[in-house]
């Protein structure tokens, strides 16, 4: 049974801090089996790679681990053209959203004379997971690929099980379009640690990228301080701010959209007429049955969705800032007035013409978001997750005779001697 | 022994190789022990952080858990109004270059009528770790606290531990200078849990930033997902390309301030010139016998430093963005020329009059930087680890018309019917 909130009910706030404190994730104890697998890739590299690829995915991959252009090729032949050009046209639009995130070099002087600076360089080399399988989304592989691209990234290794041998082409396509430079045919843990330490065919990486399971994420956690990862993302969610203006089959359909992906994804509604609450209720009952992963979409609603009703739109802000959503859809008659009252989420879809889907695929902005209300302190993927920086500082004698005097009261202060002879000992000349 | 290395020997990069990977640090197997004190301070709140103080801190903190305006005013008046003066001085100089560190809102309309944005809003709450005792860094307080203050955080909740009831009163005047807005008497992972969960006195935080021990590090990767937490930073490090016209002693003493730090410390030179090498060596051993903190910088020399010789310094660039540094010392005849070539570093000091120690303090930007080759893929402390971003998506009838065929397109190839669903069911009206 979907979850019922009301604002004007005496235990409303035990009851909304139950439910933002849900768990909607089990996490496998996987940490052994996967501390086995990194060992095993660094110590054997291609062998072990050959090995775990027969044993999980089902396939012999020797001499094959590397996708060719020719397999490439093919992949375009095989798919939709119609698709193809969506994926292009997808891949235009992410593209040309990301190019205003590339952060800007600072270098100036300051009235004391000193030189300072902050200067941004691309990450060299990024890998890319991406799940085999039914998750093998094409648009994922642009979302992530494109930032990388963006930012700079000279090299970009994508790693994609096939299960049985069987890939998903357009997930080939995607790469392609995206501009990734190299692809394997390798996943789970023994394809996020052949990225991390490299092996005979693969060079390792810097940073490593994208979904996958609770092996994955494992995996990645684990060499994690030798490359770089981006967040370990949750199941997915919606919340969709809707007054009674709005088409309820329109409503259900966008927490369908969300609650389809799997079942521990999670929709809510929050609104402002009991009324409205229970006609979008009937309608996701109703679109349900039409749906082909309505099952999924079921025990999704059943076990995590949420239908609250709150006194008035306004009274919704401190609520939405406190669910902190992935996704936040405002459906009401003036989304612009409520927009700077929103302080917690990862994308917002403004107005009734805005399904969060959209987002999700042609938007231009990117659909890898911060979930479990981690949009509290963290932001989506961008081009400043491919990009560092470093701090420029420059002292000539003078600067250095300025701003020394600071400088070695404070290492006397913190005990410290050696940093104040390293200042002091330049000003004896 | 201090490590010796030559470009020009036969067997430089295997060696080079062996000693880019040596481990610096032991990692005390302490979660068990930790995931314990989490959450026991989740079950008892206020009362396990008053038994945990009173085992760990040997301190009974009942009712005192906070510190009061009297103690920092007592803390003024017990500290050297020059280190004061310093502590301000340093405040002004991280404020103004932090300030230019701000992103920018972006809002507009794309050729398709689309409305795009990406909004900044900075973390509500921050907890700031401060270690206790000898490590208790007023200079850190700073470099910590005020980037959050720049970015607009409302709340900064800081915690140091008073071992055996002993506080040092320049962190109490550095977090005051800074702005922090409460200051709790508490060390540990059960500070780390308290700021995390919440207790009856303190109120949880949304990100948890700040040094600290095994224990410390334990509990934030512990906490991470329910709060943010920045990096966990290793041993400090530094490397220092010098020609040969610098003067040895200077060189030698910031390959000393690092190496004071503690034994795990990094102390590296490059340079194009042996003689030069072995004067620094011997000018390091000279400085050794002078240094109250001599028989750690001894151990991290001996145990970690190095004199790499290359064949010129431009030979040495690969290494350089190989060894990414979380210090660079450029003392070089133009090292405005070789800035452009230096990919990794987590900050770079320009020519011999910017000793590192100048960043440690008062050059204006953050020391909080990446460590053990985390410059490859990581920035240092920055106003934005206290931002977090939204992306903002509208569209109107007219925009979803021209967007919905790509989407529909695309939903439908990953076998996501809700998806497109949400999409289509706007469109017929």
Redesign the interface.
Known sequence: MVTRLDQREGNFEPRFAAFLSTKREVSDDVDRAVRDIVADIRARGDAGLIGYTRRFDRADITSRLRITPEEIAQAYETS?P??V???R??RE?IA??HA??KPVD?R?T?AAG???G?RW?A??SVGLYVPGG?AS???SVLMNAVPAVVAGVERLAMVVPAPDGVLNP?VLVAADIAGVSEIYRIGGAQAVAALAYGTETIAPV??IVGPGNAYVAAAKRQVF?T??IDMIAGPSEVLVVADAQNNP??IA??L??Q???DASAQSILITDDAGFADAVAEAVER?LK????GEI?SRSWADFGALILVDSIDAAVPLINRIAAEHLELAVAD?DAL?PK?????????????????????????HV??T?R???????L?V?DFV??????????D??RA?A???I???????????????S??LNV
């Open positions: 939709d119609a698709v050009d969506a994926l046209f997808a639009r040309s959203h205003r995130q600072d100036y300051d000193v030189e300072l902050s360089t990450v060299e039914t989304y094409p648009s357009l810097a940073k301080g490359v770089g089959d329109w359909a966008d369908l959209a609650a389809e992906h679109q039409l749906l082909p992963r979409a989304p927009l929103i302080r917690n989420a990862g994308a917002i879809f403004l107005g009734a013409y805005t399904p969060e889907v959209i987002g999700d695929y042609v938007g231009g902005s990117n978001l911060p479990a981690s949009a509290r302190f963290s932001s989506g961008s400043l560092k920086r470093t701090s420029i500082l420059k002292l000539g004698p600067q250095l701003l005097p600071a400088a009261a404070l290492a006397k202060a913190e005990g410290l001697d050696a940093h104040g002879r390293s200042v000992i330049r």
